[in-house]
């Protein structure tokens, strides 16, 4: 069974710090790894996915299969960062079928 | 273009009841599926859809049934209502076939479902 850890619920960081919302992954073959964030009074949408190897928002996150995981990092938050952000897991070449983890709040302050 | 549209917004049943969650979308998506999601627990898979006709099991689908008759609806009921049953349901859509290789979802803006 695949499986999706976050560590932290929620994470208070100040403006200008580093950001690092940590993820772990529990999957015997192959997964594909995504980060969605829900902003306040929004949707939940898709912040990056591991295959495109982009930085979006100034967020990045690399695959490490040796440490199963795929940590979410920004070098310097904003106030705009303040989401919900879920790491999420799904099996290569199968139907959609995410497994989300439990989510981690992200607070940034002045 | 509304995308993926999710009605009512917001509910209040008493345990017992029975009522139906509408998602609706207009991109011509052939994935659909329903997730709840409950603090601490995160989104979690109740039931989905690769096509019209087609339904399985999500995660968690005990006191959950849908159908897909169309490509764009895929309701979701609830027989009889349990406040273990509240919480906040999202459908969420994906293009192409079950074998697409993103599985970029695109979400409604939820439920918000009170079991009293």
């Known amino acids: 069974a695949q499986r999706v850890t976050q560590p932290e619920k929620l994470l208070s960081v100040f403006k200008g710090a580093p950001v690092e919302l940590k993820c772990n992954y529990s999957?015997?073959?192959?997964?594909?790894l995504f980060w969605y964030v829900q902003y306040s009074r929004q949707r939940l949408q898709l912040l990056l996915r591991?295959?495109s190897r982009e930085s979006i928002k100034g967020f990045t996150a690399d695959l490490n299969k040796g440490e199963t995981s795929f940590h979410l990092k920004k070098p310097f938050a904003q106030e705009e960062d303040s989401a919900m952000y879920y790491c999420?897991?799904?099996?290569?070449?199968?139907?959609?079928?995410?497994?989300f983890g439990t989510g981690t709040r992200l607070q940034v302050t002045l | 273009n509304a995308g993926v549209t999710q009605t009512p917004k917001f509910q209040v049943l008493k345990t017992g009841q029975s009522m139906t969650l509408q998602c609706a979308q207009d991109?011509?998506?052939?994935?659909m599926s329903w997730y709840r999601q409950d603090p601490g627990m995160g989104l979690r898979l109740i039931h989905y859809?690769?096509?019209?006709?087609?339904?399985d099991q999500g995660e968690v689908p005990n006191g959950y049934n849908v159908s897909r008759s169309t490509t764009e609806d895929f309701p979701l009921r609830l027989l009889s209502a349990a406040p273990s049953q509240t919480s906040v349901y999202f459908c969420?859509?994906?293009?192409?076939?079950?074998?697409?290789?993103?599985?970029?979802?695109?979400f409604g803006a939820g439920s918000r479902l009170t079991v009293l």
């Open positions: 999420a897991l799904s099996p290569t070449g199968t139907a959609s079928k995410l497994t």
């Open positions: 969420a859509t994906q293009a192409g076939g079950p074998m697409y290789g993103a599985n970029v979802l695109t």
């Open positions: 991109m011509n998506h052939e994935y």
């Open positions: 999957y015997s073959g192959s997964p594909e």
């Open positions: 859809s690769v096509g019209a006709g087609i339904t």
């Open positions: 591991h295959i």
